[in-house]
């Protein structure tokens, strides 16, 4: 399933925002704690020097029991054996009013009150670890939220402005068709990137819109100039056939060269048609009676089936005008009939319906459905052996998109089934 450029560039947007927050989460709260305990620890040593500054040289030794009653957090304690150097740890003591034990950091150093020994004893309630963890989680999920709801809004809003150039050169390229008049009209943007797109695009069109008119143009002079010679070699050989000095010998021979001219004559005149179609020399519609254009040409075709003994079931809704033109609606029937016969079977059938919006030619066949890839394309054949020039889908189809209908295969029951609906 395709993806558009967009939503892939906001997955790996969100994807990084996710994989950064998430690994920034443990490595914020391992240096926000060593920084919070390098900040208690050095409020615990000011508080030994403020100790040591202030009330130490005024304490007696009768005082030290009023000043560790007073002083929750500040304790002295007289010792036999002075300790070497500060000492700071961290542990928890139970809290009476809380009812739970706390963490506290605790600085233990050694102090002189009236030159005797003691030991300094200062402690700060700590944050407890979890409602920390929690806090930062707290803290990064909603820096998560919103640095992803900011990515969204970017996204939608921002990048969809940004873009909107893009997709403008898409739309026009996707409507665009080379056989039509109309040619794509890429406005110029602030995005040099986009103008570039835009200049080669045009530059491109233009030259492989020249390229297919030369083509075309080609096409149809050759086939204007040749059709006075295929029409004068054809005279020549339909007199020569007629001779009575030709042998039995010249005769095959010429007859073929007879038959294949026939067919050169008539991919000409096929040719000539489709250009015709493309340059719009048939675009004067009229209310054809289609059911009538159906049963003028059914003698004929009949005729034409008998050689396979193909059987022609028709069933026509009476009154049913289309809008189209005259000419081509006589050609479209024309060739859905050839082709019902050319590529039936003996003894097989042909069943045309024809309704108020869609006509129906189905026919039996190979049995196995079409490739539809190149089924309306010129030169196409489904039989490589067949003595068509390929070229009677290709009329179909190209009156059917002159006249804005659409023309559907399908295979069912057996039967190779081609719907025109109106």
Do not use: C
Request: glycine share 2%; net charge neutral; proline share 2%.
């Amino acid at each position: 399933m395709n993806k558009k450029l967009l939503h892939t560039t906001l997955k790996y947007y969100v994807l990084f925002s996710l994989i950064v927050m998430l690994s920034a989460a443990p490595l914020f709260f391992y240096i926000t704690q060593l920084l919070y305990l390098h900040e208690t620890d050095e409020a615990l040593q000011l508080q030994k020097e403020e100790f040591e500054l202030l009330y130490a040289p005024q304490l007696q030794d009768k005082d030290v029991a009023v000043w560790n009653k007073w002083n929750r957090d500040i304790k002295v304690e007289k010792v036999q054996k002075i300790i070497p150097r500060d000492t700071l740890f961290s542990n928890s003591y139970y809290n009476n009013l809380e009812k739970e034990k706390e963490p506290y950091r605790v600085l233990n150093a050694p102090v002189t009150i009236n030159n005797k020994h003691y030991l300094f004893t200062a402690r700060i309630n700590l944050v407890d670890n979890k409602d920390f963890i929690v806090s930062i989680l707290m803290v990064f999920t909603i820096i998560i939220l919103i640095l992803l709801f900011g990515l969204f809004i970017i996204t939608k809003r921002l990048s969809l402005r940004l873009w909107k150039p893009f997709y403008d050169t898409l739309e026009q390229i996707e409507k665009f068709e080379i056989d039509k008049s109309s040619h794509p009209k890429l406005v110029v943007n602030t995005i040099e990137e986009f103008n570039r797109l835009n200049q080669a695009i045009n530059k491109l069109i233009e030259k492989n819109t020249r390229i297919y008119k030369s083509q075309k143009e080609f096409i149809e002079n050759a086939a204007h100039e040749l059709q006075t010679p295929i029409a004068i070699f054809k005279g020549k050989l339909e007199t020569l056939l007629q001779r009575d000095d030709v042998s039995e010998e010249q005769f095959e021979i010429l007859d073929k060269l007879n038959d294949t001219t026939t067919r050169l004559n008539r991919l000409n005149k096929n040719l000539l048609l489709l250009s015709k179609i493309e340059n719009k020399q048939y675009n004067i519609p009229e209310e054809v009676l289609l059911n009538e254009v159906i049963t003028n040409q059914l003698d004929f075709f009949k005729e034409q089936a008998l050689a396979k003994n193909i059987k022609i079931n028709t069933a026509l809704e009476s009154n049913t005008f289309v809008k189209t033109n005259l000419f081509l609606s006589e050609i479209l029937i024309s060739n859905l009939f050839l082709n019902a016969i050319n590529h039936n079977v003996a003894n097989g059938s042909i069943n045309v319906v024809l309704h108020k919006n869609a006509l129906v030619f189905s026919n039996t066949g190979i049995l196995k459905s079409l490739e539809t890839d190149k089924l309306f394309e010129r030169f196409s054949k489904v039989n490589p052996s067949s003595k068509g020039n390929g070229l009677g889908l290709s009329i179909i189809n190209k009156i059917v998109e002159n006249n804005n209908w659409e023309v559907i295969y399908s295979y069912k029951d057996k039967l190779h089934i081609f719907e025109i609906q109106f």
